[in-house]
Nanobody
């Protein structure tokens, strides 16, 4: 399974960014796709995830109400709409896919929020 993420960049506080991640290769359903992030010197934490069949979403506490995860199963793509960004959101964001009891990770995309 390959995960190709895009959409990171530099934005001012209060701004918005949209991340995308396309899955390819030996992809199966059901699965869960999501985003994690890791800031320098910190652990990798869940940002948001979404299940393929039920559409059930799960968000990290710090992003609830600001970020929205969605997916297009016909395109094997997951999106993360990030609004009202804060400097604390600065991190490398990693796309994740869980299927058949295995985790797969994308290469990471940098998101930097300036104050």
């Amino acid at each position: 399974v390959q995960l190709q993420a895009s959409g990171g960049g530099l934005v001012q506080a209060g701004g918005s960014l949209r991340l995308s991640c396309v899955a390819s290769g030996n992809i199966f359903s059901p699965n869960t796709m999501g985003w994690y992030r890791q800031a320098p010197g910190k652990q990798r934490d869940l940002v948001a995830s979404i299940a393929s069949v039920s559409g059930t979403t799960n968000y990290g506490a710090s992003v609830k109400g600001r970020f929205t995860i969605s997916r297009d199963n016909t395109k094997n793509t997951v999106y993360l709409q990030m609004d009202n960004l804060e400097p604390e959101d600065t991190a490398v964001y990693y796309c994740n896919r869980w299927q058949r009891h295995r985790d797969y990770w994308g290469q990471g995309t940098q998101v930097t929020v300036s104050s």
